[in-house]
């Protein structure tokens, strides 16, 4: 079978790869279990890169500072260097980058950045963990169900949280800048903790008591998707924490979620070798991304087909998304077109990727514990497409209908139509 529908991998754009790092602290052969970049995350203001180098070390750089560095080698060796190393002109890696042993092997990861000045709302004067020179936190999911807060700027233990019987498989942070994280574990469940109470885990979610491998939040955080060891995609109301849909389409366990910039859409991908693309208001499916073309049978979209998808990642101007697969493919998908990748590159063993908060760049990470860096596909979208982006960021779906504007506008602004 092919993996493109109706064009070549040489009539297709190819992606230009910006450069690679790679860790040298690791005593594991490479792709051996132990090893794995799982998780790869930018803070929210781009000032920071972190990503699981294997052999249960976190790396964090100073994104905004380095990256010009980087972006001229081909490929860059990255020291095991813990705590905060002195800056060496001829050594980006000098500058406050920091190599963390968390001892145990990491498998997510996201980072928290506090706007919020509870100092003002609190009742009583109470001491916290997090002053205003942590503001911006990583918390780290562990193999054995732990979940670690760590001080970016020193490379320091802050907290801990004991809740998960197993695996904790994704991390996300309240976008809204509450410092409220959402974890989902192998165990089944899906918990809520507030760190700025200190870690206080205040609500316990489930889907089907199976593992849930992934969830995002809504942009508004009104919103949180979760997908895991089932064919439904499952979109929750974070006021009531009551599940408002089931989203129904996948026909294999469903490993990734995320949400378009607006809120608007919502993307999962699974082992079917299918990405699916939803409304968040109504439900309703909207495009399918085929990985495998003709897409296979039930009984080979249910098993192991070699096209196990294993991430997405969904672009800042709401336009593009990006998946990486067993196959050996990273691609860029443009939403408003759903035969074949705008442009594709050849990485194997890939895991994880993620979008720059920019859009211009993404990280990619792979079983050898490297990380790559990608340049994104740009392109000028209409000017109408880029107002619905804005309009739809201040108006919700059912206030969009009572807006004095043509009935073709109002379809357009409710995604009926994606271009």
């Given at each position: 079978m092919a993996s493109l529908q109706n064009q070549t991998k040489d009539e297709i754009s190819s992606a230009s790869r910006i450069t690679e790092l790679i860790p040298i602290h690791t005593t594991l052969k490479p792709n051996s279990p132990g090893s794995e970049s799982w998780c790869c995350a930018f803070s929210p203001d781009e000032s920071y890169f972190a990503w699981s180098s294997g052999?249960?070390?976190?790396?964090?750089?100073?994104?905004?500072?380095?990256?010009?560095?980087?972006?001229?080698?081909?490929?860059?060796?990255?020291?095991?260097?813990?705590?905060?190393?002195?800056?060496?002109?001829?050594?980006?890696?000098?500058?406050?980058?920091?190599s963390i042993n968390t001892c145990i092997?990491?498998?997510?990861?996201?980072?928290?950045?506090?706007?919020?000045?509870?100092?003002?709302?609190?009742?009583?004067?109470?001491?916290?963990?997090?002053?205003?020179?942590?503001?911006?936190?990583?918390?780290?999911?562990?193999?054995?169900?732990?979940?670690?807060?760590?001080?970016?700027?020193?490379?320091?233990?802050?907290?801990?949280?004991?809740?998960?019987?197993?695996m904790v498989s994704c991390l996300a942070f309240n976008p809204t800048g509450n410092l409220v994280l959402t974890s989902t574990s192998f165990d089944g469940t899906l918990k809520i903790w507030d760190l700025h109470d200190d870690g206080n885990m205040f609500q316990t979610?489930?889907?089907?008591?199976?593992?849930?491998?992934?969830?995002?939040?809504?942009?508004?955080?009104?919103?949180?998707?979760?997908?895991?060891?089932?064919?439904?995609?499952?979109?929750?109301?974070?006021?009531?924490?009551?599940?408002?849909?089931k989203l129904q389409g996948h026909c294999h366990d469903v490993v990734a979620c995320a949400f378009s910039p607006d809120?608007?859409?919502?993307?999962?991908?699974?082992?079917?070798?299918?990405?699916?693309?939803?409304?968040?208001?109504?439900?309703?499916?909207?495009?399918?991304?085929?990985?495998?073309?003709?897409?296979?049978?039930?009984?080979?979209?249910?098993?192991?087909?070699?096209?196990?998808?294993?991430?997405?990642?969904?672009?800042?101007?709401?336009?593009?998304?990006?998946?990486?697969?067993?196959?050996?493919?990273?691609?860029?998908?443009?939403?408003?077109?759903?035969?074949?990748?705008?442009?594709?590159?050849?990485?194997?063993?890939?895991?994880?990727?993620?979008?720059?908060?920019?859009g211009h760049i993404l990280a990619v990470g792979s079983r050898s514990g490297a990380v790559t860096f990608w340049n994104a596909p740009a392109c000028i979208k209409s000017l109408a497409y880029l107002s619905r982006i804005c309009i739809r960021k201040a108006v919700s779906a059912e206030n969009v209908p009572q807006l004095a504007i043509p009935k073709c506008l109002v379809k357009y602004l409710l995604y009926e139509e994606l271009e």
């Open positions: 052999n249960t070390v976190v790396t964090l750089m100073p994104w905004s500072f380095c990256k010009q560095t980087l972006f001229k080698n081909a490929q860059v060796t990255v020291p095991y260097r813990p705590g905060l190393g002195k800056h060496e002109v001829e050594d980006c890696f000098g500058c406050n980058t920091i092997t990491v498998r997510s990861m996201a980072f928290g950045l506090s706007t919020l000045n509870y100092s003002k709302c609190s009742p009583h004067p109470f001491w916290c963990r997090f002053s205003s020179s942590k503001d911006l936190i990583l918390a780290t999911g562990h193999s054995n169900g732990r979940i670690r807060v760590w001080d970016v700027f020193t490379g320091k233990l802050i907290l801990e949280l004991l809740d998960h019987k197993d979610l489930k889907m089907t008591n199976k593992s849930i491998y992934s969830c995002c939040w809504s942009p508004d955080a009104k919103s949180l998707v979760s997908v895991g060891m089932c064919k439904l995609v499952y979109v929750w109301d974070m006021k009531t924490f009551k599940v408002k849909f809120g608007c859409l919502i993307v999962s991908a699974s082992w079917d070798t299918r990405v699916i693309l939803w409304d968040s208001y109504s439900g309703q499916m909207l495009k399918i991304f085929g990985h495998l073309q003709p897409s296979p049978h039930l009984i080979f979209a249910s098993g192991d087909n070699g096209t196990w998808i294993r991430d997405v990642s969904f672009s800042s101007d709401g336009a593009h998304i990006a998946t990486v697969a067993d196959d050996g493919y990273l691609r860029f998908w443009d939403i408003a077109s759903e035969e074949n990748p705008e442009a594709i590159a050849t990485i194997e063993n890939s895991l994880c990727c993620k979008y720059a908060p920019s």
